[in-house]
Every structure is written in structure tokens, then in C-alpha cells.
């Protein structure tokens, strides 16, 4: 009797090991409703986006009163950040300019012509203090074959009324929005 209990509770322990958090979150439809613009018709083209060292993994990452970084408990991203943010960008840019010519770089360009948009993410994370979360980066933009790379600095703050998880992912889906649209107007000019 003694060994069936033991096995049964190896089994248990198991299953729930393997059962997976409890809530996953992702970062891979625009949120926000998009005004459409026909500006720009080329193709464009995402880079992987990269992101900070804290954001690597799939732990929604928050920073404590006292600087410290720190995670959700029981919840992750459905996707590594930087794919499931460079998935956001490209339908985001897909519905912002009304076409499907909005491919992952370098791999899924057709042709030669069009633009590059390239995004490196400084910091985002949920800032208890501010009750916000932050998203600060850089972004050029330039065209797939010739010269003319322009850059930008990027900073916005989406105030979160309550640090529950889901207002945290909902806030860092409208940051990264903000984020397409900045870029979106970069490339339309």
C-alpha cells in the first residue's frame, strides 16, 4: 500500500509539473483600432526585435519600489517577447497600410525595393512606482537596397490602474501600438 501511495504522489507531483502556468498572455494583435493609411506601398520589412536581458524568457517582468526586477506569478508570454513583439509590428503595419507586403526580415522579402524597419527595445517593463508600464527604444528605418537609414529615439508610458496581470498585458499590447505607429509614420514619409 505504501508504494502505490508513493507512486500515486510521484504521479501527482508530475502532472502538475507538467500542467503549465496558469494564465498565458501574448503580444501578437494590435489592440487598438488602426487608422488605415494607403501612404506607403512598398514592402517592408521587420527585423527580429530586440529586446533586454529581462525580457528573455517568457516572464512578464515588473520593477519592484527599490529598482529590483521581478516577474508575475503564474503568468508568462505565449511566445518568446521578441518574436511575439515583432509579430505584433508586422500586423500592425499589415492593417495600418492596408497590405499584406509586411514581411519578417530578412527572410521573407521578395524583391529588393521597398524599407527596413529595424527595432531595438531599451527598457519595457510595469513600473510599480509610476503605476505605469514603459517602454523606451530606438528604430531606424531604411530602404532594403540604397542608403538614406534615418533613427529615432521612442518613449511612452501607459498608466496601469491596478498591477494585475492582465491590465499589465494590456498596457504593454498599447505601448508596443504606440510603438508601430510611431514607426508606421517614419516609414509612410
Known sequence: MRRYSLAVVWVLVMLNGCSGPAQQYILSEPSAQIHTSHRYMGQIGVDQVVVP???????????SDKGAVTYCDASVWAAAPEKGITRH????????????????????IEKANGKRLKIIINRFIYVASQKAVVLEASYFVEPIAGHGRRARLFSTSVTVPKGETPLIVTAMNQAIDRLAESAARMIGH
Open 53 to 63: 536581458p529581462y525580457l528573455v524568457g517568457n516572464k512578464i517582468p515588473i520593477e
Open 89 to 108: 509590428l508586422i500586423a500592425y503595419l499589415q492593417k495600418r497600410f492596408a497590405t499584406p507586403k509586411v514581411y519578417r526580415y530578412p527572410w521573407d
